[in-house]
């Protein structure tokens, strides 16, 4: 017996602030005024996508001292933006990025559960951390939280939030004008939480939303970030788009379900992929080339050679070879504010592999960050893009993918005119909405359908 | 002080739930099962545009309503719950397309720079329409619901005893508003240059750290969202006496403030104005607009049933800080002219009921005033400063 097809997930990420993002391209609008938002929104809603993903950070990026100006810089506020695209999409998921380390859960959970009501269960929260007290500067905590606990925190931050979107349980409000009884339970929403990081107590004020929560999604891979997913997540944002890499990383992940007492279908892998589409794979991969010099300057390949040596190289000719001098590996960092300067451990040993991949392949500085960071994940016609996306998702490499348009905002437009339609007639896609919530969409049950499961069993 | 002619005043609708009244839901027009979807918003909002109102506000808390003046009341007989106020007119913002959509947020319990980013967000998607309205909380049960902080229980507001805490409140609020507005002032407009040739997005000379550092709580800055397109989106509060009142004159565009007739209106004006003075906005723009509870109906009789009716639903008289006016949309516009000669330039009505009284002022207040030549007959400004007569500020960091 053949195993049947799984259905394939896509997602929409608006483009952001990383050098993904090419902004001096003709085509490349506003990444603030709200009619990119909608025309981005309206694109994935017509190509049936299950949700829009908005990503966040808390202070602009900075680099040797100063903001670094050679991306995309700024960004509207998530919650605002996606309760105004509730406005003009119907059936569309909403995922926001918010910050577990500088918000509080009463004010959180009150977000996410108003933005659920209002989209009629469309809300996504993708739970993120924060790793330094240069965002902290800020907000009225400042940087006070020590790395080792920022996952304490987010698990405990998540928690607190679910008992107070469970503090309401959906049959409270009785609005009987005749008997005059507005609240069945005067003690709705009652909570308390005591714990190492929120000792609070009280009544949460938003009745329970169409989804009961928001799905929750994860991006962290480290091991604590895995073990988080597994226990907490609905879904994993993670970065993981190729084949082998995929593959280890679903299998992982998915077989840590078990000892949460969950299936293997109650935790989405959707790894977020960047893609070029052309008439012919040729001509794709002439135009991924190009795409991929657009996104990295030379300017901008010396700034992301810094991440790594944690030196000014602005000196270096980014055209020709990559320092002799080693990494700085002190405790400060050159960039601030930038995720990816901890995907580098080990500096030293980057340094050295990258110095040979360098010599090997006779690449400039330039050369060696587009090889090593840029490549586009999806190369090719529309055809082999459909076909190997499904490969990939048959394969166990994935549940779907994020995709990560490089034009704001018209990036996704081909993909859904070309690349949609032959996933739907290779019976892997929806051509119809099914269901009005997220939750419909992902395939994912209602949270109280979940606590009856777990009860009856 | 504005460019509107003396004659003309604005009028603003404050959104709260059902309405105003606490019985306000058990009428025919209220639709309490839909006060938590957008669809209930969407109308109200609509309604008010179709009467061409200046802005509505819409009522928050970080806890439940209550009838008590600090503590929770477990009262079943009442609308209980909300949803976020600022996202309510994100939801709406895209479906109007005149009026001004003011939510509020509370300062104490609430970090400046994510609701300044989120207000220039509203601005945004409103194409210029948007505002704040500050508020304070010392409710303890709202503290405990952040745990962050405990605050004195105070007897009342204005009672001697609870000055300081009061004070200190209002005193956050103002530090509040400074750093909102400094980081909407974080992006001169022209920072974002895209120029292709030297491969900056961004000139960061016109980029600026706001560095402000106050007893609550210090930023840095610049916001990550570039300037809104009002430049400076409209702040605004509710006043009852001096400590307030001179948060709105030295922070805000428009103050709601609660005389019962026309000479307290003129004291109070006076005394805003003279905080101005002090503060050195003399010169500068700023609304006074008088808040006043309405039960409209076509003949007062009619109105004064409803109200009776609603109060004995109610189980109590309904009391409030604004005054409470009964009676024809007619009569209204005689009690808002004479305020408005007393100094003040608008009004916010609290309709008693949303379902009944909104629909009221827009299709008999409205008309009426028109006919008066005292309110205007079609928007004339694309902008929610442009509505009230504001022009766009200059930026506070920008080489002059």
Redesign the interface.
């Known amino acids: 017996m053949t195993k049947p097809l799984k259905q394939i997930h896509l997602a929409a990420h608006f483009p952001g602030v990383n050098n993904t993002t090419v ?2 391209d003709p085509k490349a609008g506003s990444h ?3 009619s990119s938002f ?1 025309h981005f929104a309206r694109t994935a809603e017509r190509a049936k996508f299950d949700f829009l993903f908005l990503a966040e ?4 990026r900075e680099q040797g001292g ?2 670094y ?9 998530t ?3 996606l ?2 695209l ?3 999409t119907e059936h569309l998921g909403l995922t926001g990025t918010i910050n577990s380390t ?3 859960p ?2 959180v959970a ?2 996410f ?3 659920d ?4 269960g469309r809300t996504a929260w993708n739970v993120v951390t924060s790793w330094d007290a240069f965002t902290g ?4 905590r ?1 940087g006070f939280l020590p790395q080792e606990e920022r996952y304490s925190r987010a698990k405990e931050f998540l928690a607190t939030a679910n008992e107070l979107f469970d503090s ?1 349980h959906g049959d409270e ?1 009785l ?1 009987d ?1 005749e008997s ?10 009652a909570f308390v939480h005591t714990g190492q990081h ?6 949460f ?3 329970r ?1 169409p989804q009961g929560r928001p799905v929750i999604f994860q991006a962290g891979d480290s091991e604590e970030g895995r073990e988080f997913a597994a226990s907490e997540a609905d879904a994993i944002f993670s970065r993981h788009a190729t084949l082998e890499a995929g593959q280890a990383f679903f299998t992982d992940v998915k077989k840590r379900l078990a000892k949460y007492g969950r299936h293997h279908d109650q935790l989405l892998i959707l790894p977020a992929a960047t893609f070029t589409l052309a008439d012919t794979d040729a001509e794709a991969e002439e135009l991924a080339k190009e795409v991929r010099r657009q996104q990295v ?1 030379g ?2 390949a010396l700034k992301h050679l810094e991440f790594v040596w944690n030196r000014d190289l602005s000196s270096y000719d980014p055209d020709g070879p990559l320092p002799d001098i080693d990494p700085d590996v002190g405790d400060s960092h050159i960039s601030q504010g930038r995720a990816q300067v901890r995907m580098y451990r080990d500096p030293l040993a980057t340094a050295r592999e990258w110095r040979e991949l360098a010599a090997a392949n006779n690449w400039s500085i330039r050369d060696l960050v587009i090889e090593t960071g840029n490549r586009q994940n999806f190369i090719g016609s529309a055809e082999t893009i459909a076909r190997t996306i499904n490969e990939f998702v048959q394969a166990d490499a994935s549940d779907g993918f994020i995709l990560v348009p490089h034009l704001t905002p018209t990036g996704l437009d081909e993909f859904a005119d070309k690349v949609v339609p032959l996933l739907q007639e290779r019976g892997v896609f929806r051509t119809e909405y099914e269901g009005p919530t997220l939750r419909d969409h992902l395939g994912l049950a209602h949270p109280d359908d979940v606590r009856d499961q777990r009860a009856a069993s | 002080m504005s460019s509107t002619p003396l004659s003309s005043l604005h009028l603003a609708v404050a959104l709260d739930g059902t309405g105003w009244h606490p ?1 306000s ?4 027009e ?1 639709r ?2 839909e ?4 669809g209930y918003w ?1 109308d109200l909002v609509a309604e008010a545009e179709r009467g061409l109102l200046d802005l509505v506000t819409i009522e928050d ?5 209550s009838s008590h003046f600090l503590d ?1 009341d ?11 106020a ?3 007119a ?6 109007t397309r005149h009026i001004g959509l003011v939510p509020t947020v509370v300062s104490t ?3 400046p ?2 609701i300044s ?2 207000i ?3 601005d ?2 409103s ?1 210029g329409r948007a505002g704040l309205r500050v508020q304070i909380t010392a409710r303890p ?2 503290a ?5 902080r405990t605050i004195p229980r105070i007897e009342a507001y204005d009672h001697p005893d609870t000055r300081e805490v009061v004070a200190d409140l209002f005193d956050e609020a103002a530090d509040y508003v400074e750093v909102v507005r400094r980081l909407w002032d974080s ?1 001169e407009d022209d920072a ?1 240059i ?1 120029d ?1 040739a030297t ?6 000379d016109k ?1 600026h750290y706001i560095d402000f550092e106050g007893r ?11 300037r809104p397109p009002q430049g400076q989106p409209i702040v605004s509060a509710l006043a009852h006496q001096t400590v307030p009142y001179r948060l709105v004159s030295r922070q805000a565009d428009i103050g709601y403030v609660t005389p019962h007739d026309a000479e307290q209106a003129r004291a109070i004006v006076a005394e805003i104005r003279a905080e101005q003075e002090t503060a050195g906005r003399a010169g500068e723009p700023l609304h006074v607009f008088g808040d006043v509870v309405v039960f409209l109906d076509d003949d007062q009789a009619a109105a004064e049933d409803r109200r009776a009716r609603l109060d004995a ?1 109610a189980g109590e008289p309904y009391t409030s800080d604004a005054r409470i006016f009964a009676g024809t949309p007619d009569q209204l516009a005689d009690v808002l002219q004479e305020l408005h000669t007393a100094g003040l330039t608008g009004f916010r009505l609290r309709p008693a009921v949303a379902g009944h009284d909104l629909p009221a002022i827009t299709r008999g207040l409205v008309p009426e005033l028109q006919r008066r030549g005292a309110f205007r007959r079609a928007y004339e400004a694309d902008t929610l400063r442009g509505l009230l007569g504001l022009a766009r500020p200059a930026n506070r960091y920008a080489a002059a």
């Open positions: 902004w001096s603030i005024e709200f909608v950070g808390l202070r602009l100063q903001i100006d050679l991306d995309v810089v700024g960004r509207p506020d919650f605002t933006v309760a105004a509730a406005a003009v500088f918000n509080e009463y004010e009150r977000q559960a108003s933005l009501h209002l989209s009629g500067e800020n907000f009225r400042g309401w409000i609005a004008q005059g009884s507005f609240l069945r339970d005067a003690k709705a929403g929120f000792d609070i107590h009280g009544q004020n938003v009745p939303s300057s300017a901008t | 019985a839901w058990r009428e025919p209220a309490p099962r006060l938590f979807t957008a969407a808390g970080l806890g439940p309503q929770p477990e009262r079943t007989d009442q609308v209980r719950g909300r949803l976020d600022v996202l309510i994100s939801r709406v913002a895209p479906l319990h609430t970090e720079f994510h980013k989120a220039a967000t509203l945004y998607v194409a049960n709202e405990a619901h952040f745990g962050r992006w974002e895209r292709a491969g900056r997005f961004i000139d960061r980029l609550h709580f210090s930023v840095r800055g610049p916001s990550i969202t570039p639903l």
